[in-house]
């Protein structure tokens, strides 16, 4: 099944794309009734839309119009499982006995990684949320795009209990963890800025000489 779309739609850099690929903005990922599923400023870009006729665009319309309601089903998984969060993170600490309790759905890796992109957008996570949305997807065990996102809703919701996740990904994927340094500045918490500086000490030696000196700037 071709996901990979997915992933793409995620990227936060434009740098190393394929010439004429541009940057999606979340809000493509679930168009009103009709529109297209993938769209770059209106622009078409993967599959026609239903008023097109066959053929249009290129490649091979059947293929392409299977592929398009494969992306769309697995984008309207996430959306279906970002609600169940954003219940779940609305509901008291005391709940009703009879309340029915969410049941997550299992997601593959490029939905769990949007998934996330779209949690980010929440304004607050409570703890209890972060806690039962990590061990639900056993985030800590993930690739590093998804543990770099879990790391952006720990600084960003202050989630103290997983900063040794933070701490890890620092030391462990070096390339990824340059917007995270700014995360930990830019929150002005003391203990979030003495993470980012402990962590830097601790792995600037292993660091690439444009890349310490980027995260130096950013911390002193």
């Known amino acids: 099944m071709a996901i990979w779309t997915l992933r793409f739609l995620t990227r936060r850099e434009s740098s190393g794309w394929p010439q004429g690929c541009g940057r999606f903005s979340r809000s493509a990922l679930f168009p009103a009734s009709g529109q297209h599923f993938y769209s770059h400023r209106g622009q078409e870009t993967f599959s026609r839309t239903p008023e097109q006729p066959a053929g249009v665009g290129g490649g091979k319309p059947l293929q392409r119009e299977r592929q398009a309601g494969e992306e769309c089903g697995l ?19 005391k709940r009703k006995r009879r309340e029915t309790e969410e049941v997550f759905a299992k997601l593959l890796p490029d939905q769990l990684l949007l998934l996330l992109e779209h949690l980010l957008e929440q304004t607050t996570l409570n703890p209890r949320t972060l806690q039962r949305l990590e061990r639900t997807y056993h985030l800590p065990e993930q690739d590093a795009e998804v543990r770099h996102r879990w790391c952006e809703l720990v600084v960003k919701h202050k989630y103290k209990k997983a900063y040794g996740h ?24 003391a203990r979030q800025q003495q993470l980012a500086r402990k962590c830097f000490e601790l792995s600037k030696e292993q660091m690439d ?11 002193f």
């Open 75 to 93: 984008a309207r998984q996430v959306s279906a499982e970002v609600e169940k969060w954003v219940r779940v993170n609305r509901r008291p600490r």
């Open 166 to 189: 933070v701490e890890r990904f620092l030391q462990e994927d070096q390339a990824m963890g340059i917007y995270l340094y700014g995360e930990l500045m830019v929150n002005e918490d």
């Open 209 to 219: 000489r444009s890349s310490a000196e980027v995260v130096a700037e950013m911390l």
